[in-house]
């Protein structure tokens, strides 16, 4: 296929209190292959998703947020957090895990996938899009 | 036009199921394409075979079928989401050495790349979930 | 013809509509169906704000799914257009995408 | 057995939408062969459950709100209903299922069984139960 | 002291069957008594043998069976919920001439009284779920 | 000792804690598990009406449901007691009924 499509998943649920955010997941790296143009958002609970030192070993459930720092080498590399998800929770952009990826074309320079935006900036970005999957 | 669908949740326990099935009998009934039917999540549990709901209430799984055959509908069950959930094919039961399988007529496993691939193709994608 | 945001949550258990209506592009359109068709009745906590977003959106609700929970058309707030399954597909068809919040 | 428990329901979901209510109403009338205290209490979205008229066609599912009306039958006549939950939702008592219970005692004279109870009065109802099933 | 757990959730899908796993293990670990498991709603989904989660994951259905070995469990999951959703045992698939059956080790099909049986039963009731 | 209250949703996305605070007698015990646990934490939209609780009854959080989403001790709101799963059945046992707000 050649088209290219503008496709954004909206995460917006916790994880671990249901699947839906490791099924999504799952659904963005094998969306990968497709080469569209990919992005993420992270809006309500599933700014949770993002929070840095998970550990699930006392709930007896793998622990699905490391897959995260990879979707950088997926070339999914635009991920928006908004920022009033984040201020209801009280939670600030060093609270989450740091994902980068690196530009082949710039000699491997790392560089930012994480976007904060307000409501309207995501609003608009929202409305760029050809298909936004939720789940 | 061209929809896609994705089914997000199992039969009865949410009203999804019935949703999409509305909405794709009413999608075809005015002419339009419906390019495939995926489903994900639960579900994966509208295409069981092994289901007996009610005698007086509907069966899901035996509209999802008939319509497809009707209208030669792709019903797709995503196999990752299917193997956790226990909703087989023949070969999928061979493939993990499981003595039965129960996926019902109409509907075939593959994998997440028929949703990304129909999100693209269509010109809707249709999400009807929890 | 810009996005069709769907909302199949009650307003009074989940915060679809909040998240529905924070992030919709003013002259979106909204469809309620399912639970979510609690949203288009007049007098409830709900309501006001429902309103409002009459008014800088165009507002549907599924038909079936109002009167499958016993609500009459004459209890759905003023500027609120009901429709069928037919209707969700032409409004499906008519704006440029779909955004399920679920 | 001849224990007898209290047992309450509690109902806080919309018909339709999910399935709980008419699975919950299942529990209820299987659970009536027990002859246990049993009372049921209607929060939240669950006083959605006994909206009058309701019309299912168009939407292919089944209309199970009639077998509400066969709870007197089945002994089952201690229906409270929350007004905290009514109120926010804009309903009154007249636009619920009357539902009541014929006394046996009393030549068969037809008594309420739906009670309107404030937020302190289920609070204190809940306190009674040995036993509180929720879906 | 006696408890009865109620699970409402099906596996992977909501927190809700781990949660009352490792409520059961503590229970057990305790020395209470763990009276019954029922399984209710997606819950039935519990009980199928043919689920096959990712190997890097655990294996609800498969923690349950060993659980109620190791401790004579009395897991049941409840036949009209089951019936609806396609869980079947053998004595039901031919009941209602379905060619497969799928519930896992250790489940067994019942009716609703069960549940309310336990209620009474037990000292208390657990209820885990959506 | 009255009742177990439990609450596993989010409390910015259901309605279940603020049902389950509505009817909580004084004196209950709360306890917040799975995706509930957020309504333990400090410094969030919901933490002032849960801190209020938390003087009028006895609110205890799930460890293990905590650590799996990545929160710490010290981000919960105080006079809230975290317990681990032997510590949820010492509750359910110790109190007289347990009531779960799904």
């Known amino acids: 296929m050649s088209i290219t499509k503008r496709l954004m998943y909206v995460n917006r649920r916790a994880p671990y209190g249901t699947i839906y955010a490791l099924e999504s997941l799952e659904v963005v790296l094998i969306g990968a292959a497709f080469e569209q143009d990919v992005s993420l958002a992270f809006v309500d609970d599933g700014v949770y998703q993002l929070v840095k030192g998970q550990n699930t070993t006392g709930i007896g459930v793998k622990n699905f947020s490391p897959a995260y720092a990879a979707l950088g080498d997926y070339d999914v590399k635009k991920i928006y957090i908004e920022k009033e998800s984040l201020d209801q929770r009280g939670l600030s952009m060093d609270d989450l895990q740091h994902l980068t990826w690196e530009d082949e074309n710039e000699d491997y320079a790392e560089k930012e996938s994480m976007h904060l935006v307000s409501r309207e900036e995501l609003a608009d970005l929202l409305e760029e899009q050809d298909v936004v999957f939720s789940f | ?130 | 013809m810009a996005t069709l945001h769907t909302v199949n949550k009650s307003p009074f258990e989940r915060n679809a509509l909040d998240t529905c209506l924070r992030l919709a592009k003013q002259g979106s359109g909204i469809l309620f169906l399912e639970d979510g068709v609690y949203g288009a009745l007049k007098g409830t906590a709900a309501s006001e704000k429902v309103a409002k977003a009459a008014g800088e959106h165009k507002v549907y609700v599924l038909g079936p799914d109002l009167a499958a929970r016993g609500m009459q058309e004459d209890q759905i707030l003023d500027g609120i257009q009901v429709v069928d399954y037919a209707g969700f597909v032409d409004l499906a068809a008519e704006h440029d995408r779909v955004n399920a919040w679920l």
């Open chain 2, 1 to 130: 036009m061209k929809f896609g669908i994705l089914v997000n949740e199992g039969p009865y326990t949410h009203e999804a199921s019935d949703s999409a099935l509305q909405f794709t009998r009413a999608a075809l009934a005015k002419g339009h394409e419906v390019t495939r039917v995926f489903f994900y999540h639960d579900g994966v549990n509208n295409g069981t075979r092994l289901g007996v709901p009610p005698q007086d209430d509907r069966n899901i799984t035996r509209e999802w079928s008939s319509l497809a055959k009707e209208h030669e509908l792709d019903l797709v069950v995503c196999i990752a989401a299917a193997q956790r959930r226990g909703l087989l094919d023949a070969d999928e039961a061979k493939r993990h050495g499981k003595d039965a399988d129960n996926i019902a007529e109409g509907f075939r496993i593959s994998g997440l790349g028929q949703l990304i691939e129909v999100a693209i193709q269509a010109d809707r994608l249709m999400v009807f979930g929890d």
